[in-house]
């Protein structure tokens, strides 16, 4: 979901700082209600874990570049039920810098449109979190329907900014209409495979019941809201 360099251009790179401190505001935000909830301990393990996975899902699993962008297998959804909104957010912040600092410093100046690509529709999931799974379910146990659900805000909306990005660096052309498609259409397999990816993911985290209790992930990991 990478935005390429050259995609925006000039004077308008500046939306994306703006709207990337937006949403590394509302990440403060929320960070301070986890640490009201948690403690700065937990917050900060969990922060540290989600980098490092989203570090290995940018730099070190399979990404391709499609259209307009790069498909990438970013595990938004896994992030957000095993760790919380908060660690999700600052991870996937923290994990794109990293990877922008060492390994692809072509990419720092799309920084903020890709920071705001990642965690706004993060937002927009757990929001939807909230209201498709009943407090008395722990998310070890949620359905397949659920997690696809959530996977499909996510995804979608990873695809919905990419698509905005594009129009806007580049307009409405036929070819860059044509890109988004083909961007758009290759992101389809991750929404399938993630939610699959989840499921399992939450069954190891079932049947680990050392997790529980610890500063590793949320408690609503395994325990009713």
């Not at 899902?57 to 760790?83: A, Q, R």
């Amino acid at each position: 979901m990478h935005i390429e360099p050259g995609l925006v251009e000039g004077a308008k790179v500046a939306l994306g700082f703006a709207t990337a401190a937006a949403s590394l505001g509302y990440a403060a935000a929320l960070a301070l209600q986890a640490i009201r909830k948690d403690g700065v301990a937990a917050l900060a393990v969990r922060t540290l874990l989600a980098t490092a996975l989203v570090f290995c899902c940018f730099e070190v699993l399979p990404h391709h570049p499609i259209g307009v962008s790069e498909v990438h297998l970013i595990l938004g959804t896994t992030l957000l039920l095993l760790l919380g909104a908060a660690p999700a957010a600052l991870g996937l912040a923290a994990g794109l810098l990293v990877q922008g600092l060492f390994f692809a410093p072509h990419d720092l100046p799309q920084y903020g449109m890709n920071v705001t690509t990642l965690l706004v529709p993060l937002f927009a999931m757990a929001a939807l979190a909230r209201r498709i799974i009943p407090a008395a379910t722990a998310y070890v146990d949620i359905s397949y329907a659920q997690a696809f659900k959530l996977s499909v805000a996510y995804q979608g909306g990873i695809v919905l900014w990419v698509g905005f990005w594009a129009l806007y660096g580049r307009g409405v052309g036929a070819d860059n209409l044509a890109q988004i498609s083909s961007f758009g259409a290759a992101y389809m397999g991750v929404v399938l495979a993630e939610p699959l990816i989840d499921l399992a993911v939450l069954a190891l985290a079932k049947h680990l019941r050392g997790l529980q209790g610890s500063l590793w992930v949320q408690h609503r990991l395994h325990h009713a809201a």
